[in-house]
């Protein structure tokens, strides 16, 4: 008694020939199994991403990046870089703005002001 899935036929193929019926059963499957490797392979990346650098370009000479300044030479105010993407660095230039609408993060400056300023 032949087997009968979806109008599929169970009859032995021979050789390498692929019946049209095989053909709508492959070709999804197929695909599937190539977007679902991308997808996963894709969350993978970015899951690695996420525990990479913060630093992608200032001082990568250094094996550290380390700025000291003295409370007596700051001033009224400073303003200070904490996203790593100012072009002032260590001093914020408004780059974090950029940063946050192109990746939904929510990185600000640090700001040192004296009490009366
Ligand atoms: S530019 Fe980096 S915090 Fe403003």
Not at 17 to 43: E, F, N, Q
Not at 94 to 109: L, M, S
Request: proline share 4%.
């Amino acid at each position: 008694m032949p087997l009968r899935i979806s109008g599929l036929s169970a009859t032995p193929v021979s050789g390498c020939r692929l019946s049209k019926d095989h053909l709508t059963l492959v070709v999804p499957v197929a695909v599937a199994a190539v977007v679902g490797t991308y997808l996963i392979s894709r969350y993978y990346s970015r899951a690695s991403c996420s525990k990479g650098k913060v630093n992608l370009e200032q001082s990568k000479d250094t094996a550290k990046v380390v700025h000291s300044f003295d409370m007596e030479d700051i001033g009224k105010k400073a303003v200070y870089c904490r996203c790593w993407r100012s072009k002032k660095f260590p001093y914020c230039d408004g780059a974090h703005t950029k940063h946050n609408e192109e990746t939904g993060d929510n990185v600000g400056p640090l700001i040192i002001k004296r009490r009366d300023a």
